[in-house]
């Protein structure tokens, strides 16, 4: 019997061990959750650049198939990552006193402290769920997709897949006016040496064809398709195909220059020239471009300014006539005072004229943002990779 003790006793350690064993690696491996987090969110921001080169690459492709198809692009503007570890350890022992009754009892008797450790239970439950997600904002401007689709015609154009538009739209005059505000600027005077539409003219960087033509060594990444027309970049493209993301991610996030602006507050009389607060019948208030004329706020027609002028002239010569007369101080100030208000209305409404109306009417407009769309349900995952509960039998 004391044989049987001594095996039992040494099952009990090595299982005990095992236990042991067991809990250790179960709080090492839920210990690194950050690890895998900070791997998760490293890789998501790879993928982000992905995305918007995969994007291109299809919209190159669809217009290889048909240079006048029409483009569309979306762009993360949120995303997240996370990362769940939950372990669970435990243990079930059994007492008993192995020595109880029969011949074995009398020669050894029981006592209280002869119970021993007669089966041990382990449970280990351990869980990892991961979770990423972009939320991705479509572009649905449609000056911004004119924009795009001058740049991929132009890109298709010179490897000989059709011919870019130059009448409606022009899209020369687009891109000129998109980088330099103006639609005769120069692009290589404005661009402040940043990738723009001009840096990729003048070659043919990326092939096309059907599925089979597609090199087996080609990257995936670097492959796009729409419709069986594939197009592939190989190492000596990719350089423009980096400028080619990188414009149209100008596009999507910038707008064209806006041009300065001021504002002109004016109070005016019933002849609609400027007076004091006092004297006002109204107030106009205009945002113009910081190069007008703050007079052509108020500019009128010619005939409209030619009769005011009569109007004003008569009535400073009945003033001056009046002051003429008047002995009295007091009242010869106010005479002096009225034709002064005169001389100064003159004055503007001569200006008025030499200068004319506004040179821009109206001020361009400005984009509207886009609300966020959707989360692409491809890239929400969760998994368990710890293994699934498990439970080791009761010796």
Avoid at 72 to 85: C, E, I, K, L, R
Wanted: with cysteine; glycine share 8%; charged share 20%.
């Amino acid at each position: 019997m004391d044989d049987e003790l001594i095996h039992f006793r040494r099952y009990r350690s090595r299982r005990l061990g095992g236990c042991i064993a067991a809990c250790i690696v179960l709080a090492a491996v839920t210990g690194c959750t950050h690890i895998q987090l900070r791997n998760n969110a490293v890789n998501q921001a790879a993928a982000v650049g992905d995305f918007h080169q995969q994007q291109v690459l299809d919209n190159l492709a669809m217009f290889a198939h048909d240079i006048n198809s029409f483009p569309h692009f979306s762009y993360p503007n949120q995303s997240g990552a996370t990362v769940t570890d939950q372990g669970v350890a435990g243990l079930t022992p059994n007492w008993g006193r192995p020595i109880t009754s029969g011949a074995t009892a009398a020669s050894h008797p029981p006592r209280f402290g002869d119970f021993l450790l007669s089966s041990l239970g382990l449970n280990i439950n351990a869980q990892r769920s991961e979770q990423e997600g972009f939320t991705i904002t479509p572009i649905n401007d449609p000056k911004k997709l004119e924009l795009m689709r001058c740049a991929y015609q132009q890109a298709v154009a010179g490897c000989g897949c059709g011919v870019m538009s130059r009448n409606c739209p022009d899209c020369q005059a687009r891109l000129n006016s998109f980088y330099t505000g103006d639609p005769e600027g120069k692009i290589s005077q404005s661009g402040g040496g940043s990738v723009t539409t001009d840096c990729l003219k003048g070659k043919c960087w990326f092939h096309v064809g059907c599925k089979k033509d597609v090199p087996k060594d080609c990257c995936c990444n670097y492959v796009g398709h729409y419709c069986g027309t594939y197009v592939w970049v190989l190492p000596d493209g990719r350089d423009d195909l980096t400028k080619l993301t990188l414009v149209i991610l100008d596009f999507a996030l910038n707008g064209s220059p806006v041009k300065r602006s001021k504002e002109v507050v004016y109070y005016i009389d019933e002849l609609g020239l400027p007076t004091t607060i006092r004297d006002s019948v109204g107030k106009v208030t205009a945002q113009v471009a910081v190069t007008e004329h703050n007079e052509s706020v108020l500019a009128s027609t010619p005939q409209d300014a030619f009769r005011i002028k009569q109007i004003l002239e008569g009535d400073l010569q009945n003033i001056q006539k009046r002051l003429a007369a008047a002995t009295d101080p007091t009242e010869r100030k106010a005479y002096l005072d009225e034709q002064a208000t005169l001389e100064r209305k003159l004055e503007f409404l001569e200006q008025q004229i030499k200068v004319g109306t506004l040179k821009e009417e109206y001020l361009p407009g400005s984009f509207a943002p886009s609300p966020p769309f959707s989360v692409i349900p491809g890239l929400q995952l969760q998994q368990n990779t710890l293994g699934a509960p498990t439970t080791l039998p009761t010796p």
